[in-house]
T-cell receptor, first 113, second 111 residues
Framework: NAGVTQTPKFQVLKTGQSMTLQCAQD?????MSWYRQDPGMGLRLIHY???????DQGEVPNGYNVSRSTTEDFPLRLLSAAPSQTSVYFC????????????FGQGTRLTVV | DAKTTQPTSMDCAEGRAANLPCNHS???????VYWYRQIHSQGPQYIIH???NNETNEMASLIITEDRKSSTLILPHATLRDTAVYYC????????????FGKGTSLLVTP
């Protein structure tokens, strides 16, 4: 049982490049989400999914796309990277919408130059 | 979800109890208090949650005041590995999904 796995751990992009941050969970969790964390700040929700085929925007969705074709995977796509997207990205999953704990991945540290 | 207020930072000697306070004076009846922590550069880790009764697990105890306007997370015997940022989060059990992380309390456990 690996929990929530994020790849890559580190990435450097040039402005305008695109990439996909991968997130996978093996706990059969219904809910998955992406957060970003900027230096000295708490986590902010980017996008979330309540099940396969269903996604919605969080607090800071601009510049990011998501899709959820399977229960296990929830990739985050940056279409045209900007320096403002330099951040640490965390993926999380939880069993349901109710009174449950969220499990987080170890993060992807992204630098856009 | 109700707003929470936590001290910016706290110190604790190794082996002593760490008591981390959280104010949530606008909490409503169907909102739970959750605690997470984030050890440097790692993903947040769930610690404990509760509604109105005190809760205890292998990691910590959660004490919620009778009026539910504040709570305290207790790490009974802090170790150096407990040095982390601790987040107090209030959320509705069956409401929105997002966890509203504020800036938390930076706990430093010293030898």
């Amino acid at each position: 049982n690996a929990g929530v796995t994020q790849t890559p751990k580190f990435q450097v992009l040039k402005t305008g490049q695109s990439m996909t941050l991968q997130c996978a969970q093996d706990m059969n969790h219904e809910y998955m989400s992406w957060y970003r964390q900027d230096p000295g700040m708490g986590l902010r929700l980017i996008h979330y999914s309540v099940g396969a085929g269903i996604t919605d925007q969080g607090e800071v969705p601009n510049g990011y796309n998501v899709s959820r074709s399977t229960t296990e995977d929830f990739p985050l796509r940056l279409l045209s990277a900007a320096p403002s997207q330099t951040s640490v990205y965390f993926c999380a999953s939880s069993y349901g919408r109710g009174n449950t704990e969220a499990f987080f991945g170890q993060g992807t540290r992204l630098t856009v130059v | 979800d109700a707003k929470t207020t936590q001290p910016t930072s706290m110190d604790c000697a190794e082996g002593r109890a760490a008591n981390l306070p959280c104010n949530h004076s606008t909490i409503s009846g169907n909102e739970y208090v959750y605690w997470y922590r984030q050890i440097h550069s790692q993903g947040p880790q769930y610690i404990i949650h509760g509604l109105k009764n005190n809760e205890t697990n292998e990691m910590a105890s959660l004490i919620i005041t009778e009026d539910r306007k504040s709570s305290t997370l207790i790490l009974p015997h802090a170790t150096l590995r407990d040095t982390a940022v601790y987040y107090c989060i209030v959320r509705v059990a069956y409401g929105g999904y997002a966890l509203n992380f504020g800036k938390g309390t930076s706990l430093l456990v010293t030898p």
